[in-house]
């Protein structure tokens, strides 16, 4: 397969392709011009016919109803060079390079991280009742709502389609305590679409995760509400505020997600089922999300005061949304780095951000969105540090030029020497049961013409365009020619069956072989 | 059994099975034959034959011009019925030679079988280069020209390439099975060439059978060895698959023989053991017919000069209900392929495989924005940055392209087939590859590879 720029004089059909494109893009013009054109003789028509007629009432009506009738066709006119224009992008869709593509695209990604979030939504349910449904519920109609209009405003098409607005709000919202007002979720939610992805150009833009934009908004302008859990029904501190005051919480509580906890980042399993179906889907990979918890158990281990107690690692792992974070929020596509390197540099810096803040800072909740976003305004900058070098920039030195003193390199010889020996021995072993076998002789060319080819050709079948009149399936001509091809390959079986009279071909080949072949020594090689 | 790898790549739908099983059957050829005078990389041969000469099978037709070129052989008897521009698969109109066959297949004399010992490395180069021999893998160089430049004493490993990491296509798996006597044989030959060099068989891992033939075959050999190697896309490049081998690095600017290493197609070995031991020049090749739309996918032994539509007419057509709108045909495979618009071109030393497929399949999706996966990134085999390289590609930035080592791609669109957005990154970044290749300056030590100093 090798380098397929196949001759170096004769360009690649890529090369013309942008140029079509750009005369497709001309017809299209081309195509309303030509129409305009119409339209305009046909008014021009229109127009002379009324001079000749303003005074009769009849012949008015009857222009009405041309013009009418020129509408109409001008219309279906219209429709036809759209078609056609429709079918011209696809002719050249089915132009560009790599004829098969993989069938995921970015709608289905998203759409998978959406489900992935399900069961911590559930979950939420399970805890929180209503009230987590309408949270998230409004989050996610607020989202879709400003995405439909910005989109169409700013894209001018419907980005609403690809689903990541969905995903947005399905975050924002679970990562909101349920004691919130219903205010909450439609701030963090404009925020985040508005401010937070629009005003960068759409999905692929944005600098900070959306969702996390809107928390952070959320976190400036109502502080207190967010971090003390307060409500009138009940009044609950989340259990790594508790461990910081010196609680005690249970480890298996935890797991489960029976804590006072943001609406979707409590439980561990209902994470870990979404996360088992995002690595099936190979939506995410596991470096950035991997090298985070890394970052974070080295730096707690090390400045965490507790030292390898893993009881209060656990603890702060599961605590706090930073599993949530690192499963669903830190390896968002748009801002993350795209580099291998750069991913696990990004991982350990949100990592260990997040143990400073929560070890020298004491914040707990909102530790692991504060690195991310954090962590995101850098990636950018990581992306840049972290390029990767091509294949094959930096060589190595080649074993074959190493030299070593004289004696070493006679003993080499002398080796060679002998394998040389051996090898020849091997080739006329080869050679020998090669011939008799029969498997060096079969020429490429000769026997070409047998009797199942003929066949194949006098059968074959016409491959024509759509609407095409196939020709008929064998011309007098060709039969004729079959039949002439057929009579030489008998000519030719007759001759070969007289020659090898009841010799099977394996025996002829080898007493022929017995006979003449010697083996001669084989010279190196001059030079 | 440690597989063999390289970094990045992707896994494809093979579709093997469809033509996997086929014997390799010949093919008549048709009443008129085209013979291309540029069917390699370098200068377009020389006609030696003249209008309403007679010619033979096998006689030459076109000389070599200078080293970087190869001779041309009639692969019919006939007469010569025009010299004159035709167009090639590439839609170009090249100067060929158009030959009527006389449907009798007179050979022209070939010389007595000769034994490997008796031919000295001066003597091989020349029989392989006057059998036309080019590198039949795609890249179109001639044989004899890479065995020039390499110096006999500094090659330590020779690769064939029996690895088809292309869908669909199954030619060298059927040579392998069906042939494999010729290979060691080509083989040998190399090894005749550089006689410090130890022989490597490199197959896909999925290649079963033809490890097991070629393992029996060469139980007790000192020299050569039978490789399986991880069954991924771009495997059968030639930088990839020496990584995986041997584990040495080449860039773009590099021929493999810099780091010891001459790699060889399996159709390439079984013709240079067809020219040596036999005399013949390369007139035939291995096509495969295959793909979801066509009737009966098999593999042939052709022509060299036949027409597409000769072949796939005579392959069974396409399938039932099926015109030629309904479906897109390929010279080659489906990443790298070309697509066929006329299909009354002929049949190249360079042409590996037809494949049919519907439109239907090959469903329309529409590009989205890029969203920075960096899926493109993972997949790439040369390590390099496409998005960054399509963006240098769209802006025209020719210089910032070249700094960016995208001369380096090797245009196997894995970019593209990752990507989600359905990006079509490898189609501008091969354009613009091509646009910074014929500026010399830009391009540098690139240029050494296609012209030689």
């Not at chain 2, 795609?138 to 500094?154: C, I, M, Q, V």
């Not at chain 2, 053991?273 to 295959?290: D, G, K, Y």
């Amino acid at each position: 397969m090798t380098d397929k720029e196949k001759l170096s004089s004769v360009p690649l059909p890529e090369a013309d392709m942008a140029s079509e494109d750009m005369t497709t893009l001309d017809i299209r013009s081309e195509d309303e011009a030509t129409l305009d054109i119409t339209s305009k003789d046909k008014a021009t028509l229109n127009t002379s016919s009324e001079d000749t007629t303003t005074f009769d009432k009849p012949y008015k009506a009857r222009n009405k109803q041309a013009e009418k009738e020129a509408a109409e066709q001008a219309a279906r006119e219209n429709k036809r060079a759209q078609k056609s224009r429709e079918a011209a992008r696809e002719q050249n869709a089915y132009r560009v390079m790599p004829f098969v593509r993989s069938s995921q695209t970015t709608t289905d990604c998203m759409f998978m991280v959406f489900l992935a979030l399900l069961p911590s939504f559930g979950f939420g349910i399970y805890m929180y009742g209503i009230r987590a449904v309408l949270l998230v519920g409004i989050s996610i109609a607020t989202a879709f709502f400003w995405e439909l209009i910005l989109g169409l405003i700013v894209n001018r098409r419907l980005t609403v389609i690809d689903c990541s607005c969905l995903v947005t709000g399905m975050v924002g919202g679970l990562i909101l305590p349920p004691t919130v007002p219903y205010v909450y979720p439609v701030i963090a939610s404009t925020v985040a679409i508005v401010f937070g992805k629009m005003a960068f150009g759409g999905l692929g833009k944005n600098i900070l995760n959306p969702a996390a934009t809107g928390k952070l908004v959320l976190l400036i302008l109502y502080r207190f509400v967010l971090q003390t859990y307060f409500h009138d029904e009940y009044i609950a501190y989340s259990p790594l505020r508790l461990l910081m005051d010196d609680g005690v919480v249970d480890l298996k509580e935890m797991a489960l997600g029976h804590v006072p906890e943001m609406i979707g980042t409590g439980s561990v399993i209902a994470i870990a089922a979404g996360v088992v179906l995002l690595l099936l889907t190979d939506v995410i990979d596991l470096s950035i999300p991997l090298s985070y918890i890394a970052g974070f158990a080295v730096f707690y281990i090390l400045f965490g005061r507790h030292g390898l107690n893993s009881y209060y690692l656990v603890y702060h792992l599961c605590g706090g949304g930073l599993l949530f974070t690192a499963f669903f929020m830190a390896p968002d596509y748009t801002t993350s780095p795209m580099t291998r390197k750069g991913k696990i540099w990004y991982g350990i810096l949100m990592g260990v951000t997040t143990g400073i803040l929560r070890v020298v800072f004491g914040i707990a909740e909102s530790s692991a969105l504060l690195a991310l976003l954090i962590g995101n305004a850098l990636s950018r900058l990581i992306d840049l540090r972290t390029q990767p070098v091509a294949f094959g920039a930096r060589l190595r030195p080649v074993r074959n030029t190493a030299r070593g003193d004289a004696r070493q390199q006679a003993l080499r010889e002398e080796r060679e020497d002998a394998l040389e020996r051996e090898m020849e021995a091997h080739y006329a072993a080869f050679e020998k049961a090669a011939q008799a076998m029969g498997g060096l002789t079969g020429s490429e060319t000769a026997g070409t013409i047998d009797a199942e080819s003929i066949e194949a050709d006098l059968h074959r079948k016409r491959v024509t365009r759509r609407g095409q009149i196939p020709v008929p399936q064998a011309t007098d001509a060709e039969i004729q020619r079959a039949q002439k091809l057929a009579r030489r390959h008998h000519v030719q079986m007759q001759e070969r069956e007289e020659l090898y009279a009841g010799v099977p071909l394996g025996e002829v080949v080898e007493q022929v072989s017995s006979e003449e072949i010697e083996l001669p020594t084989m010279d190196l090689p001059e030079d | 059994m440690a597989r063999l790898t390289f970094k990045g790549g992707v896994r494809l739908y093979q579709g093997k099975d469809m033509s996997k099983y086929r014997k390799i059957k010949t093919l008549v050829p048709g009443q008129i034959q085209i013979y291309p005078l540029l069917q390699h990389k370098g200068k377009p041969s020389i006609p030696v034959v003249q209008i309403g000469d007679y010619v033979r099978t096998g006689q030459l037709i076109a000389e070599a011009d200078g080293e970087l070129s190869a001779n041309l052989h009639s692969s019919v008897s006939g007469q010569v019925l025009d010299i004159g521009p035709r167009k090639v698969v590439t839609g170009e109109m090249l100067e060929s030679i158009v030959i009527r066959s006389d449907d009798s297949f007179l050979e022209a004399g070939y010389e007595r079988d000769k034994q490997l010992e008796d031919l000295s490395r001066k003597n091989l180069i020349a029989i392989i280069k006057n059998a036309g021999i080019v590198g039949m893998g795609g890249s179109g160089l001639p044989t004899h020209y890479k065995y020039l430049d390499a110096d006999a004493r500094k090659i330590d490993t020779v690769i064939a390439n029996g690895v088809e990491c292309e869908p669909y296509l199954t030619s060298d798996y059927r040579r392998i099975i069906e042939e494999p006597i010729k290979l060691i044989n080509g083989i040998y030959v190399l090894l005749k060439l550089f006689p410090r060099a130890r022989g490597y068989i490199a197959l896909s891992e999925d290649n079963v059978e033809g490890y097991r033939v070629l393992r029996n075959l060469l139980k007790d050999d000192p020299r050569i060895y039978v490789k399986r190697i991880r069954n991924k896309y771009p495997m059968g490049s030639e930088r990839q698959l020496i990584y995986a081998l041997t584990g040495r690095q080449l860039n773009a600017k590099m021929l493999p023989f810099e780091i010891g290493c001459m790699v060889n197609n399996v159709d390439t070995l079984i013709s240079i053991s067809q020219a040596v031991t036999m005399h013949e020049p390369l007139i035939t090749r291995i096509i495969t017919v295959s793909g979801d739309a066509v009737a009966k996918p098999s593999n042939f032994r052709v022509r060299i000069g036949m027409t597409y539509r000769d072949v796939l007419e005579q392959a069974g057509g396409l399938r039932s209900k099926l015109s030629l709108d309904d479906v897109i045909i390929l010279d080659g495979g489906p990443m790298m392929g070309i697509p066929i618009e006329d299909l009354d071109v002929p049949i190249t030393k360079l042409s590996t495989a037809i494949v049919a497929l519907r439109k239907k399949r090959i469903a329309f999706q529409p590009e989205t924005p890029c969203t920075r996966c960096g899926k493109c990134l993972n997949a790439c085999p040369e390590n390099l940055a496409p998005m960054r390289l399509y963006i240098d590609a769209k802006r025209g930035n020719k210089i910032g392209f070249v700094e960016h080592m995208g001369l380096e791609c090797c245009a196997c669109g894995c970019c593209s087939y990752e990507c989600p957005s359905k990006i079509s990154l490898a189609s501008e970044i091969v354009k613009m590859k091509i646009a910074c290749r014929q500026n010399k300056q830009l391009s540098g030590e690139y240029a050494r590879r296609y012209v030689r100093e």
